[in-house]
């Protein structure tokens, strides 16, 4: 009989470079690795699950037969959209309307370039096919689906060998039943095809987003089923007897079934990872209100953390295409250890956006890149120890850093190799802090009312830098940071959101039909969660789209009710919400203008027992017993002499008074000149921000 203890919980992310994981046992005792990523990316998942093992001194077999659950953060469905190399795609949809998808809404992301090519077509003109039916907007039937077109089509994508097929009629989200019967047809005619139906996909009103949305789902489909059938099975060959769950954009799991059904669920699984550590990690250190922060090789990804509730959007675009489905607001910007830095034609110092990736990578990595990058300047300027880059596992050559900045940059701009360095990265913490500022000010929140939480393996170096520019008075450092998506893995709940339209004005609302709507939502959501051994209770949260009448973007609102039935008491204070939510976004409110309801919103989520972390009792301030030396570095042209500490030695408690270095494995915390970082209660490092002048203000339109 295995014990508690002896039963662990895998947290397993795939990025670009590297595949993390964190495993957690009965007694909350965490294990943290990092193996290189591998080009099937269940490889390196299962390279990770064997050094786990390896680390905690088990047979492999022993590990994953006593794992109940290992969830797995994957990108397997975001390369697949943003290489373009997913299924070859059939859409079927209503007569008249196959170049929807062409036309988005008159939507150009540059305006005014003529040079701007149309996106990349994941289903040609050719293979987009009008069939005879209609549905009108009450979801009556105006001209029965014609079956022999259906049939006829599904033969001649057969032939032509495509892989997927999308549908998506009009208004089949308000009777699916000619979707459906299209779905039989297929099954019928080609057994085995991948179908994604737009009524499943996304049951609400909006042509071009639904067709999108239905498409990439379909697009990408097929892979993410393949790689998921193919984890599974080389799990349970090595003794696995739990559950695999997915991480989901929304930031829940999913077990394996329904994450390849609906795969365009999956397209930000990696970062919305990191979005739900952060709650995690901030409720635990006492934060509600936190801007996340993650920094890894080639971007910088960036979230709002509101009491606990990451921000969520409906309004993605990945890749050039729609996707219009709930999930994490995670605004990124290419800015990573690997960008490049470079002079543009007028003489000005740029860095970014290209990236020299982990091959040949930055110049230090004495791989072949011979262009200065971010993680360059890092260790250049002594931030980066290169002797003991990820716990010593790989060395860096400064002196490559040195030529590569001072022959591409100093040099042309006639100045000193630090004064170069120091440039390069003034710059890329504007862009980092212009980045915070776009998914805050301009979003009507305050950033000065959060905390800054640092993860990824370069993040906690320019945190410090950030949290000066904007007024941030706190940084976190998780303890996990380096592998803090997969530790959101771990911590994640099950989530299945359902959407259902529900287009009126808002005097004209029958109370009675919309309790009925949410009441059938989450029955709906209870069978997509099944019976999960791993879930210990079910929580339902209710939105309701709303906007004032004439106006083309809605704001989502949380339904403030303690009970099932929405009364006329709690409508009223719904209402009261959206104007407020309406002129923190939008800088207006109108009280007495009409209000429409466009959808309705239930998400449900099946509670999982909490992760158990263990928490320290604080020891003395003095962290001299961690001290491992003092190493020149520069925070100016002139060269500063600064300790630097041992973080794996490091005790609850311990002060440590910047300018100051904390080295752990798989990354480097720089406390700035004035800063003071503590090591609270779960070892992750609170540093909090001296503000020598009043932080810069930009206007919303910046």
Known sequence: MVNEQNQWVFGIDVGGTFTDLVVIDGEGKM???KTPSTPDQSDGVMNGIQKVADLLGRDIKEILANSPLVVHGTTVATNALLEYNGAKVGLLTTEGFRDEIEFRRAYKESVFSPRLQAPFQIVPRRYRVGIPERLDHTGSVIKELDERAVREAVRGFVQEGIEAIAVCFLFSFMNPAHESRVREIIQEEAPGMFVSLSYEV??????????????????IGPSMQSYLEHLDERLRADGFTGELFVMQSNGGVQNVMQSAKFAAGSLLSGPAGGVTAASFIGEKSGYENVITVDMGGTSYDVSVIEKLNPAITTESWISRYRVA?????????????????WIDNGGA????????????????????GEEPTVTDVNVFLGYINPDNFLGGEMKLDR?????????????????STVEA???ISQIVNSDMSNAVQFVTTQRGHDPRSFALMAVGGAGAIHAGKQAEDLGINTVIVPSLAPVFC????????LKVTELRTRFESLDQVDLQAMNADFENMEQIAREKLGSQSVTNQFETRRFIDMRYAGEVHEVTVPVK???RRITELNLEATVAEFHELHERMFAHKDPGHDIEILNLRLDLAGVREPVKMKEEAFRQEDPSEALAGVREMHFDVEPTQTPIYDGALLQSGNLIVGPAIIEQWGTTIVVYPGHEALIDAYRNCVIEVKHSAAPRQRGGNE
């Not at 489905?325 to 830095?341: E, N, R, V, W, Y």
């Not at 110092?349 to 072949?368: E, F, H, T």
């Not at 002196?399 to 100045?415: N, Q, V």
């Open 31 to 33: 294990t943290s690795t």
């Open 202 to 219: 996304l049951p609400q009103i909006r042509e071009f987003e639904r067709v999108s949305t239905t498409i990439v789902n379909a697009f």
């Open 325 to 341: 489905l709930p999930m994490m607001d995670i605004h990124t910007i290419g800015s990573g250890g690997g960008s490049i830095a």
């Open 349 to 368: 110092l740029q860095v970014g956006p290209k990236s020299a990736g982990s091959n040949p990578g930055p110049a230090c990595y004495d791989r072949g």
């Open 399 to 415: 002196s490559l850093a040195e030529k590569a900045i001072r022959t591409r940059i100093a040099e042309p701009l006639g100045i």
């Open 421 to 423: 360095a120091l440039a």
């Open 486 to 493: 997969a530790l959101g893995d771990v911590a994640a709940n």
């Open 561 to 563: 009710s303690r009970t």
